[in-house]
């Protein structure tokens, strides 16, 4: 009965290479967000999305991008990784973009 | 931009005591705010939202209030325990946006 959920938990990759992180809610949420948290624990809101509209954070590299095959799958692609791309990617989702957001267990990463 | 602060960054309570954690943020025009609990190696669980129109919201143990002329929001929590030990990270949406931005949370440690 998991409501928001990320794959893979852990990703540990080369850089250079390139990456996916897939998440998937349950609740029917029409919004879902990716977030990164890095190494000293700092949440940064990277993308929102629903199916009119999407919001990217100006200081987000165009390496990365959401992808969204339907409204309950947000997915994170990431090109050319770089050891600074290091962190943990937290997904979440809520109803409309007012309302309480619920959070994914988060893809921690690691580039070496 | 909004930003958002978090007074203090770290706090230890003996168990039983009545705490306030402290956020403040700098664009007024909010549409809520929203107080969260990350525990180690963990997502983040949602505690309270304050809609703008709001100014305070209860759960349990929790309070949480909102003072948006002076851009503060505390959260109160009554008789903390040992389990109440986490991260706690205040977030707030600013003006023409939905997406959240994250203070750097308060560490509290509640000691038996």
């Known amino acids: 009965d998991t409501a928001v959920s990320q794959t893979p938990k852990y990703l540990v990759t080369q850089m250079g290479n390139d990456k996916s992180i897939k998440c998937e809610q349950n609740l029917g949420h029409d919004t879902m967000y990716w977030y990164k948290q890095d190494s000293k624990k700092f949440l940064k809101i990277m993308f929102s999305y629903n199916n009119k509209e999407l919001i990217i954070n100006e200081t987000v590299p165009n390496r990365f991008s959401p992808k969204s095959p339907d409204k309950a799958h947000l997915n994170l692609h990431i090109n050319s990784l770089e050891l600074g791309d290091s962190a943990v990617y937290f997904c979440?989702?809520?109803?409309?973009?007012?309302?309480?957001?619920?959070f994914g267990p988060g893809t921690r990463l690691l580039v070496l | 931009k909004q930003e958002v602060t978090q007074i203090p960054a770290a706090l230890s309570v003996p168990e039983g005591e009545n705490l306030v954690l402290n956020c403040s943020f700098t664009d007024s025009a909010i549409y809520n705010l929203q107080w969260f609990r990350q525990d180690p190696g963990k997502g983040l669980t949602s505690l309270l939202l304050i809609q703008s129109s709001q100014r305070e919201q209860t759960s349990g143990r929790l309070n949480a209030s909102l003072d948006k002329s002076s851009g503060r929001s505390t959260l109160y929590i009554a008789a903390s325990q040992p389990g109440d030990s986490a991260t706690y990270l205040c977030?707030?949406?600013?003006?023409?946006?939905?997406?959240?931005?994250f203070g750097k949370g308060t560490k509290l440690s509640v000691i038996p």
């Open positions: 979440a989702s809520s109803q409309r973009g007012a309302e309480t957001q619920y």
């Open positions: 977030a707030a949406s600013g003006a023409g946006s939905y997406q959240l931005t």
